[in-house]
């Protein structure tokens, strides 16, 4: 059985974070592993609180997992703070696992900050490059471009932007807010492909990001291309919307 470890912050309503990134791993049947960098007080629609863990607590953890187990790929969410994204950094560059999918999670849905101002230049700089894939939605694609990002049109110039700015491998800007068809593009470095959902949610399902970008990480440890990753993570997500 493949292994996959979440470094996230910790949701107790379990919309979101390590916990529903555990309950993908399980559904799609990988040992799931996971190391927290913030304890949140949270529920579906109010943010009260984000609490960092100690640098000390954090490298602990890390250090307890890639002794203890066999790491086949990592899914980055809520890093909180400057010290844990460097340290997190350093994890993967000592690491150099072969499946790194980072979500970088900025704020919640309901709008508490996840990452502080301090931290955006390491996960930026040092973390995107050493990315199999990063995976912002709309709102994250628009702050780290500094340009509105509203139509596909919009997502792709986004993309491009990104993966060329932070050195970034492959980008795929999750569109499940466009006020049309909730289109995903990627751009891998050359081309754009575009994901279009096969059916439409019959239900709204709080995580969503994180439930895709957990599912993508899951599909390419099994051996799938990245493009087939989507793809199946995809129908995994709507399989869970509907």
Known sequence: M???????????????????????????????????TALTAQTPDRFFSLNAVSTVVFTEQLRAMSQSFSIDGI??????SRELAY?????????????????????????????????????????????????????????????????????ERAAKKMAVQYKISNVLIKGGHLSDAPIDVLFDGR????????????????????????????YLVKGNSLVESIRKAKIYLEGQLS
Do not use: W
């Open 2 to 36: 493949k292994t996959v470890l979440t470094i996230a912050g910790s949701d107790p309503s379990g919309g979101a974070g390590i916990q529903k990134d555990l309950v993908v791993f399980r559904d799609l049947k990988v040992q799931g592993l996971s190391v927290i």
């Open 75 to 80: 899914k980055i969410g809520s890093l909180a």
């Open 87 to 155: 340290q997190t950094f350093r994890f993967l560059e000592r690491g150099k696992p072969s499946v790194v999918v980072v979500d970088p999670v900025l704020k919640s849905s309901s709008g508490g900050v996840l990452l502080e101002s301090g931290g955006v230049p390491i996960l930026t700089q040092c973390i995107f490059p050493l990315a199999t894939l990063v995976t912002p939605n709309l709102d994250e694609a628009e702050r780290l471009t500094d340009k509105p990002v509203r139509t596909v049109g919009d997502m």
């Open 191 to 218: 081309h754009y492909r575009h994901f279009a959902p096969s059916k439409k949610a019959s239900k709204s399902v709080r995580g969503t990001g994180c439930m895709l970008s957990s599912a993508i990480a899951v």
